[in-house]
């Protein structure tokens, strides 16, 4: 009865034939930049996501990356974002030059704790900060509608990191209509996953988006050899384009099935001793990842892994006592919420075509 963490076969499988005919057309023609295919996502993605704007992009990092810049943020500025995060969030802010302040989470929702970003500014505030960047995780978004309130009052620009959250909604509207500027990534195992790495940029600002677009591509602007300013190669490649156009068809059934087979686990689990996900009022989440907490965490995944039933860890340590992170001199305890999710979290076997058997027999480990 083992049960693997997840599987992207399963989706794949029954739109296989498709794909191929259009990979197939592909190289047909020999399209590989730019052209139809990334037009046509472009469009569509913004369309799906509810924003005037999207841009394609190599991947979820090079988003943020984008995102920055185009805000005009680098070196001498600072940008706030939460310590239980993929790497890749602090990472973007210190990569542009700029200086990463972390602040803690809301203990229910994993998410960046508003009052804890109020509290930061209203002792530390300084001209050089310049933007937040709350973490959609596992699904659910951030308390948005809180942290652009305060975000105003410090005039920050808000990008929100939605990597982890396509399709999310708080108050029926989804990731780039409380931000600036929202990024995905289209990694794999991503709700909307690429076949291979890719990324997308959304905003409702024409000023920010045609910022984005020449960012992406040489600092171009329509015309080839024409470059208006110094920007990156960091394009998604027509095929990628190509292939999440087929799959975001879908997305909205798959992310159906997430909402459905999260509710099979919460009843399965209802009385056992151990933290389920809650999901924020008027929020839709939908749920990359469903993440359990119990103080018990290590016996349970021993025991899980006796039965051949894999799970995981987002992540096992917070981003301020990683190697990489040890410059800015944080020690432990500084973000008391944070750390205890850490020890604490585990998200159990799913994906969207994840049988009710299969989702039993996790439960029946768990006590
Ligand atoms: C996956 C992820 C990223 C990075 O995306 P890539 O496409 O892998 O570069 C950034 N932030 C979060 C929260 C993620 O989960």
Not at 68 to 91: C, H, Q, S, Y
Not at 164 to 193: E, R, V
Not at 213 to 222: A, E, I, P, S, T
Request: aromatic residues 10%.
């Amino acid at each position: 009865m083992s049960v693997p963490f997840m599987s992207l076969s399963d989706s794949l499988f029954p739109i296989r034939e498709e794909i191929d005919k259009k990979i197939s057309q592909i190289i047909n023609e020999t399209n590989f930049i730019g052209g139809e295919e990334l037009d046509l996502f472009e469009q569509e993605f913004a369309a799906y996501c509810g924003i005037k704007y999207a841009t394609g992009c190599s991947n979820g990092t090079d988003a943020l990356i984008l995102a920055l810049k185009a805000l005009g943020i680098g070196p001498g500025d600072k940008v706030i974002t939460v310590p239980n995060t993929f790497i890749a969030t602090a990472e973007a802010i210190s990569f542009i030059g700029a200086e990463v302040i972390f602040v803690d989470i809301e203990k229910d929702f994993y998410t960046m704790d508003p009052q804890k970003l109020d509290e930061y500014l209203q002792k530390n505030y300084d001209p050089s900060i310049k933007a937040v960047i709350p973490v959609h995780l596992f699904g659910q978004m951030a308390d948005m509608p809180e942290i652009c309130k305060i975000s105003e009052k410090y005039n920050l620009k808000v990008i929100e990191d939605s990597a982890q959250a396509h399709g999310a909604k708080i108050n029926g509207k989804g990731p780039g209509y409380y931000g600036s500027i929202a990024t995905y990534s289209f990694y794999p195992g991503k709700n909307l996953g690429a076949f291979g790495d890719a990324g997308a940029v959304v905003t409702n600002d024409p000023g920010l988006h045609k910022k984005i677009k020449m960012l992406v591509n040489h600092g171009r602007w329509n015309e080839k050899y024409t470059h208006k300013s110094i920007g990156m190669n960091c394009r998604m490649d027509t095929l990628q384009a190509a292939i999440l156009r087929i799959k975001m068809r879908h997305l909205e059934k798959w992310t159906e099935e997430r909402i459905t087979k999260a509710s099979v686990y919460k009843n399965l689990l209802k009385n056992k001793s151990i933290q389920l996900p809650e999901t924020r009022s008027n929020c839709r989440h939908v749920f990359h990842l469903f993440v359990i907490k119990t103080e018990k965490r290590d016996d349970l995944i021993k025991a899980l892994t006796e039965e051949g039933i894999s799970s995981g860890i987002h992540y096992p340590v917070p981003l301020h006592l990683q190697e990489a992170y040890s410059f800015m001199g944080h020690k432990k305890n500084d973000f008391p919420i944070t750390e205890q999710s850490c020890n604490q979290i585990l998200s159990l076997p799913f994906w969207p075509e994840i049988s009710n058997n299969q989702i039993s027999d996790v439960c029946r480990v768990i006590s």
